[in-house]
Nanobody
């Protein structure tokens, strides 16, 4: 049974940092899975934030987070991370991780096979 479990969300002041984790079970990140982060703010559609290819060679970011967010994988821990720096109130959302079974260097907007339940990030003073 595949599970993606996000953690690390919380309340942070503008300009602060958070690191989100997505612990994967049911498959190995050594296999051909691209991993992504999405977010959904209240009253808005879900949007893609970042994606990393299964070989780790390709990463892509949504324009508003470029230079502030970093996606990474720890294969030994079977976990995907999203390091978020210089957070802004507009980053407030529920953040989800997703997995797609592919060796391709996919765009963020892709059809994903598995989704987590999400973790809340609130940026406010």
């Amino acid at each position: 049974q595949v599970q993606l479990v996000e953690s690390g969300g919380g309340l942070v002041q503008p300009g602060g940092s958070l690191t989100l984790s997505c612990k994967v079970s049911g498959f190995s990140l050594d296999d051909y899975y691209a991993m992504a982060w999405f977010r959904q703010a209240p009253g808005k559609e879900r949007e893609g934030v970042s994606v990393i290819s299964s070989d780790g060679a390709s990463t892509k970011y949504e324009d508003s987070v470029k230079g502030r967010f970093t996606i990474s994988i720890d294969n030994a821990k079977n976990t995907v991370y999203l390091q978020m720096n210089d957070l802004k109130p507009e980053d407030t959302a529920v953040y989800f991780c997703a997995a797609a079974y592919t060796i391709a260097h996919i765009p963020i907007d892709w059809e994903y096979d598995y989704w987590g339940q999400g973790t809340q990030v609130t940026v406010s003073s």
